[in-house]
């Protein structure tokens, strides 16, 4: 069975740093592309990195561009997302997903809080 499970969030002051990781099993990670969006309080989930099967191409959301970096060990069935210089307007959780054979699978999320 397909899971995708998020860690690694928590609450930490602005300026600071966390590694979230995805977690996976059921597919064979090497073969697929790893998204990373989220979702704060009345607003809308968004898509803040993702990083592909064939190249390790990645893509940033422009918001996080410069203090996120996105990383896969497929040794590990494991995604990571790097997260540094934090900011309160990055307050969220933190979600992973994979596109598996015609349908969109989602973890159930990590919160990340960023205050003083």
């Known amino acids: 069975q397909l899971q995708l499970v998020e860690s690694g969030g928590g609450l930490v002051q602005p300026g600071g740093s966390l590694r979230l990781s995805c977690a996976t099993s059921?597919?064979?990670?090497?073969?697929?592309?790893i998204g990373w969006f989220r979702q704060a309080p009345g607003k809308e989930r968004e898509g803040v990195s993702c990083?592909?099967?064939?190249?390790?191409?990645?893509y940033f959301a422009d918001s996080v561009k410069g203090r996120f970096t996105i990383s896969r060990d497929n040794a590990k069935n494991t995604v990571y997302l790097q997260m540094n210089n934090l900011k309160p307007e990055d307050t969220a959780i933190y979600y992973c997903?994979?596109?598996?054979?015609?349908?969109?699978?989602w973890g159930r999320g990590t919160q990340v809080t960023v205050d003083s």
């Open positions: 990083i592909s099967s064939s190249d390790d191409s990645t």
């Open positions: 059921g597919f064979t990670l090497d073969y697929y592309a």
């Open positions: 997903n994979v596109f598996f054979r015609g349908n969109t699978h």
